[in-house]
């Protein structure tokens, strides 16, 4: 205990700034406040970049009582997307949204952000629980109200237990360094901890990330892809395991990520929608 009061009283580096020089253009860093590091402890810092090439990292802060600066030369050279780092930066905005909304109430274009971010990544918050289709699942994880009943709570609770889970929820995915975001949905009132955990478990399932887009199971055991609109879009049926199926699956790696979702599946790929069916 005195070995880590002692830590958590000496930062190894505190007042951290990052700074970048280059043609890297990075840009939607999160967190946006970099917390002190700690000695045998690690910080992960996300965003995005424009250019490309070597680009110099420069971090600076204060340890033994004086301000020390380290430079790393980064190659910022585009050679593909990483799925995953990309899922990780979506689920840190989220969470510095979240909080934005918590500090200074509803915000309908930062609402949106978050609705398309989660599409997108496949990320659950209670923003995007309208894309969970199976209804009693829906039901438990909102308590019976809606989405942005839910939600309104969230903005105003400052004390009692609806912001202590709100609290969990976002320090929970503040801490997560994985590539899949634990889900940021509160827990429905009444539920025990194993309740909540298998809740959040389904819902996690319910909306997941492939190919660099998101999909929705539905009551059939279909993925489907949320750019699909049953209204407007018409689909090419293709049987799973079929030749024409295989063919399809050697399209590209991200057709093949796609069909690993399993034997029905609706996606779009160069401009069409495919099902997979039995």
Known sequence: MSSLASRIASPALAGITLSFDGSAGVYDIYPKRIPDMFAGSQITVTGRFKGNGM?????????????????????????GRDESVMKLWASKKVTYLMDEINLKGRNKEIENEIIKLGKKYGIVT???????????????????RSADMVMEDLAQAKTGSFAVMRSKSIAKAKKAEAAAPASMMPSAAGMDMAEAEEMNRQISASVVNAGGRAFVLDNNGRYTDTEYNQNKDK????????????????????????????????????????????
């Not at 430079?71 to 050679?79: H, I």
């Not at 209670?126 to 019976?144: M, N, V, W």
Request: no cysteine.
């Open 55 to 79: 680009t110099q990292v420069k971090v600076s802060g204060e340890t033994s009582g004086s301000r020390k600066e380290f430079r790393f030369p980064v190659d910022f050279s585009d050679d």
């Open 126 to 144: 209670p923003y995007t629980s309208f894309l969970i289709t199976d209804e009693s699942l829906k039901d438990r994880a909102l308590g019976g």
């Open 235 to 278: 689909s090419k049926k293709i049987k799973y395991l079929s030749e024409e199926y295989f063919e399809l699956s050697a399209a590209s790696a991200e057709v093949s990520e796609i069909l690993s979702l399993g034997n029905k599946v609706l996606f779009k790929y160069d401009n069409v929608f495919y099902e997979i069916t039995e």
